[in-house]
Antibody, heavy 120, light 107 residues
Framework: QVQLVQSGAEVKKPGASVKVSCKVS????????MHWVRQAPGKGLEWMVT????????IYAHKFQGRVTMTEDTSTDTAYMEVSSLKSEDTAVYYCATHQKAVAGYFDYWGQGTLVTVSS | EIVLTQSPDTLSLSPGERATLSCRASQSVSGYLAWYQQKPGQAPRLLIY???SRATGIPARFSGSGSTTHFILTISSLETEDFAFYYC?????????FGQGTRLEIK
């Protein structure tokens, strides 16, 4: 059973950066394809980025390319997602998510979410 | 980018009734569509993947159907705990996209 535990809520000023972590247990990070999905207050779900360990490829949603960086520390089984040049529209709950091989491309394990608030 | 349009935006039903939620894709996603349930303050929960396969631990009252551009999530007899938001998601083409959601509320 995979468990994903994310870092705590953050408050940032416009123009700053934020780095959210996602600690994996139950599996090693290198076995998993990790994704990040965000949800603005009262809004729907928005996929941001995916890392596939099988080919080492990171795929970003077009709107986040150049502003979002996904990294992994396999020694601690922790994934990170950094958003730079924050704007008020980036205020959202950020989720890490992954999946069993049988449901590749979907998300059957989720972190608890990290609220990032961007406000001056 | 494939746009997923869910309908209705809000569905008002009573416990015991049958719920039918729709998800239409702007182009074919083959059968690569999932459904999620989300309750306030919680992460989404995968219900259905590949259009009609139930995820682990999901009750049999949840079923999915459809292919290419039109998909349906059916809840055969609503339980109180089923009143929530529902989202569809496609993985047929990059980027992965979600529908805007359907709110299922108690009538």
């Amino acid at each position: 059973q995979v468990q994903l535990v994310q870092s705590g809520a953050e408050v940032k000023k416009p123009g700053a950066s934020v780095k959210v972590s996602c600690k994996v247990s139950g599996y090693t990070l290198s076995e998993l394809s990790m994704h990040w999905v965000r949800q603005a207050p009262g809004k729907g779900l928005e996929w941001m980025v995916t890392f596939n360990p099988e080919d080492g490829e990171t795929i970003y949603a077009h709107k986040f390319q150049g502003r979002v960086t996904m990294t992994e520390d396999t020694s601690t089984d922790t994934a990170y997602m950094e958003v730079s040049s924050l704007k008020s529209e980036d205020t959202a709950v950020y989720y890490c998510a992954t999946h069993q091989k049988a449901v590749a491309g979907y998300f059957d394990y989720w972190g608890q979410g990290t609220l990032v608030t961007v406000s001056s | 980018e494939i746009v997923l349009t869910q309908s209705p935006d809000t569905l008002s039903l009573s416990p015991g009734e049958r719920a039918t939620l729709s998800c239409r894709a702007s182009q074919s996603v083959s059968g690569y569509l999932a459904w999620y349930q989300q309750k306030p303050g919680q992460a989404p929960r995968l219900l259905i993947y590949d259009a009609s396969s139930r995820a682990t631990g999901i009750p049999a009252r949840f079923s999915g159907s459809g292919s290419t551009t039109h998909f349906i999530l059916t809840i055969s007899s609503l339980e109180t705990e089923d009143f929530a938001f529902y989202y569809c998601q496609q993985r047929g083409n990059w980027p992965i996209t979600f529908g805007q959601g359907t709110r299922l509320e108690i009538k």
